[in-house]
């Protein structure tokens, strides 16, 4: 893999900074000072361009000016003087748009390698120098108007996850801006069968929201080198809060990639669907030379007892959000995605490196922006922190943040089998033991009377305090695609067959309470060749085909039929966990394989006065004893119409293997 930057070696660091502050104790790097400014690290104004750096252990501090954003000489070094509460300051009397510039800092004598500063808005090629640019300059036409969808709960959402380069790279896509930004500015694309695709797809899917894997400015990519076609999922974060310039037309030009990510936000939304940006705040490319390391060597992570990087993220390093500059880098660099950008929501990995108070803090401000966003993450770390477990922001832990959700990996191993294991089966393809999870993943996790948590798989105790703060999926960017995990846990089926599992699966993450999230592709059966970790896989096993849109058009069908239902009936989007243990009747069914209940009490305001819904995920047909009353049947046998398939008087009805049973009466 080609990187953007070379590590220096972590024995010569510390042993350079033996007496340092990368060794001092917690207690010492909470006494650093705390900057609580909004002009870090660079400002320009009517009285000229000024710089400003927090680095309270340094001893010099220098700017250097640079005409170009690569391979040329500084034509300008300012020396920055010692200010308050740990910051050094440079002032210049011109307003330098047009310029590069980068910091050294000295610390024990030692002059660190150059750093573009944690705050670079705006980079040139590979991020290396920061650019001095008027963002205002950026904006597209109409922007100051754009908004999102309005969103009154996130159980009202419908979020699909997508990568910037498997959406468009396929040349079945029609898309002309093949894996950049742009690609979901264009309309009327299609397959070569006349199909949508590109943000047309994204429409007629019906989905609220595009998930999108990380977009801020990364290590893995070479940017000046795109012939090459490097590809890599992003979470090896360089520069935080400038956009990737390997999705932009022009990465050398520093407005490019801003103006582009814009277009591309306000094409989204002026289609009606909200943008989620993928977020990675727990861990950094680089370890010793990242741009966190080169400001305030040590402050921004946790460390062993012998002064090595503790590694809760299993990439090298963890960062400290408890410390309070790197708690404020956090939640204001979210906050200038959110107003910059117009980002519509956060999704936060290995979100539980990270601190409750963080995550609080994090949400509640966000919601001052803009009273729609949501913020949801993974609810655990790749290996151990020091953060003592009762801080972490694990999902066990997410009662203690209100305006959080997590994913739920309780429904995700138990309708498809564990994520580890290829070969093992789950509820949707025929093993059995995995009822009770299956009801707790519906409950979204709440409390329920008739959900027995003992009996749960991941989890042994009702952990979410409201259907509000879960993510139900079976399948993401991590490990197999659902196609690959069904062909690999069902030896010898048919692709039909395996395509009604994944109808079954899906139905039941949709129909459940909680807030769904899907896979992009997953609605035309999308595979990755049965590549279990793609990160940086090539386009032949990321792209998405589109002419499987039409070789599945019933599949895809099935899906966009299902996120209507689930968009107009409030009932699967409950919004307390007090209206699902009074609304959700569970049946007593002994069968393996087998979950029946009801939502009733016309719940959440939904016009339908009873929901019935049976999921038998056995390879065998199961006798449902059905209340007598005039019902319309929604789905049944591995087909679903929002608007009904037919009508039943109730009694037994025969729900075949493999497949969901909805009915629903109006009185």
């Keep these: 893999m080609t990187i953007k930057h070379t590590t220096f070696a972590v024995a010569l660091m510390l042993s350079a900074c033996a007496t340092s502050a990368l060794t001092t104790m917690e207690d010492d790097y909470l006494a650093w000072p705390v900057y609580n400014g909004d002009d870090l690290e660079l400002k320009v104004d009517a009285t000229g361009t000024h710089f400003t750096l927090w680095s309270p252990e340094a001893e010099a501090v220098k700017v250097l000016l640079y005409d170009s954003d690569l391979n040329t000489p500084a034509t300008d070094t300012l020396t920055m003087h010692r200010s308050t509460q740990g910051t050094w300051r440079a002032d210049v009397p011109e307003q330098l748009y047009g310029k590069f510039y980068t910091f050294t800092v000295t610390v024990n004598g030692r002059e660190l390698a150059e750093t573009p500063g944690i705050w670079a808005k705006a980079t040139g090629t590979n991020g290396l120098r920061t650019a001095i640019i008027d963002l205002d300059s950026t904006d597209p036409d109409g922007w100051s108007t754009d908004r999102g969808p309005k969103l009154d709960n996130i159980t009202d959402a419908v979020i699909y996850e997508v990568h910037h380069r498997d959406f468009s790279m396929h040349p079945s896509s029609g898309i002309v801006h093949k894996g950049k930004f742009l690609a979901m500015t264009e309309p009327s694309t299609t397959n070569p069968d006349g199909l949508s695709t590109g943000i047309d797809h994204l429409k007629e899917l019906g989905v609220t929201h595009v998930h999108i894997l990380p977009s801020y400015d990364y290590n893995s990519v070479d940017e000046s080198n795109l012939a090459a076609n490097q590809y890599n999922w992003g979470y090896d974060p360089f520069n935080y809060n400038t956009p990737e310039g390997s999705y932009s037309t022009d990465p050398a030009n520093p407005a490019a990639r801003i103006r582009e990510m814009k277009e591309m936000v306000k094409a989204l939304h002026d289609a009606g669907i909200g943008v989620v940006m993928d977020v990675v705040y727990n861990h950094t490319a680089n370890n010793d030379d990242s741009n966190f390391s080169l400001t305030a060597p040590g402050y921004f992570y946790r460390h062993r007892a012998d002064g090595s990087y503790s590694d809760a993220s299993a990439c090298g390093n963890e960062t400290a959000s408890e410390r309070e500059m790197m708690r404020n880098f956090i939640v204001n660099s979210v906050k200038y995605w959110a107003d910059e950008y117009h980002i519509d929501g956060f999704r936060f990995d290995l979100m539980a490196i990270h601190d409750t108070e963080t995550m609080n803090r994090v949400a509640a401000e966000l919601k001052k922006i803009n009273p729609s966003i949501f913020v949801y993450g993974e609810g655990w770390t790749a290996g151990d922190s020091p953060l003592p477990v009762e801080r972490r922001a694990l999902k066990e832990n997410v009662d203690k943040m209100k305006g959080i959700a997590v994913f739920s990996d309780d429904i995700r191993d138990a309708v498809k089998g ?250």
């Design 418 to 667: 564990h994520y580890s294991n290829a070969a093992d089966r789950g509820f949707a393809t025929g093993k059995p033991g995995n009822e009770e999870t299956v009801k707790i993943g519906i409950v979204a996790s709440t409390a329920h009377p008739q959900v027995d948590y003992s009996k749960g798989n991941n989890s042994k105790f009702a952990y979410a305090g409201a259907p509000t703060q879960i993510i139900n999926y079976v399948s993401c960017h991590d490990d197999l695609t659902l196609t690959d995990k069904l062909a690999a846990s069902m030896p010898g089926s048919t692709e039909a067959e395996r395509q009604r599992a994944a109808r079954l699966a899906q139905t039941i993450v949709f129909t459940s309470q909680g807030t769904p999230f899907m896979f992009a592709g997953e609605e035309v059966f999308r595979d990755k060749k049965g590549v279990h970790n793609s990160y940086k896989s090539p386009d032949d096993i990321n792209a998405i085909d589109w002419t499987l849109k039409s070789a599945n058009k019933e599949q895809y069908d099935y899906y966009r039929n299902l996120i209507r239902l689930r968009r107009e009936h409030p009932a699967f989007r409950m919004t307390t966990a007090e209206d699902i243990a009074r609304n959700i009747v569970f049946d007593d069914i002994t069968a393996p394989n087998v979950v029946s209940y009801s939502i009733r009490n016309n719940a959440n305001g939904d016009v339908w006065k009873e929901i019935k819904i049976v999921f038998n995920g056995s390879t065998v047909p199961f006798t449902a004893k059905i209340p007598s009353a005039d019902w319309t049947v929604i789905a049944r046998d591995g087909s679903l119409n929002p608007d009904g398939l037919g009508t039943s008087k109730g009694g037994t009805i025969v729900v075949e293997p493999t497949s969901a049973l909805i009915l629903a009466r109006t009185k």
